[in-house]
């Protein structure tokens, strides 16, 4: 069974924490400035999730690369919901 590194104990620390908030934000929190939170602030969380995950699956690839990947793809998934 291979080891836990720091660097993957630090992105499913990470994980751990980006997960919930992006949860919470979706719904309606009280205090929040309008509905930016609810709507942009969940979707910014739900990148930051998928480039972590990427980094923790690949970690040889480097965050530049993960965040384009992952801005690609759901660009395209957005581009889907147009048709």
């Known amino acids: 069974m291979p080891t836990l ?3 993957r ?8 924490v980006v997960l919930p908030f992006g949860f919470i934000l979706k719904f309606q929190v009280p205090g929040c400035v309008g ?6 602030g969940a979707a910014m969380l739900y ?6 995950a ?10 530049f690369v993960c965040g384009g990947a992952v801005f690609s793809v759901t660009c395209l998934l ?5 048709n």
């Open 5 to 7: 590194t720091r660097e």
């Open 9 to 16: 104990a630090r992105l499913l620390l990470a994980i751990a």
């Open 35 to 40: 509905h930016w939170c609810n709507l942009y």
């Open 47 to 52: 990148e930051v999730f998928w480039i972590l």
């Open 54 to 63: 990427m980094r923790l699956v690949w970690s040889r690839l480097s965050p």
């Open 78 to 82: 957005e581009f889907a919901y147009l």
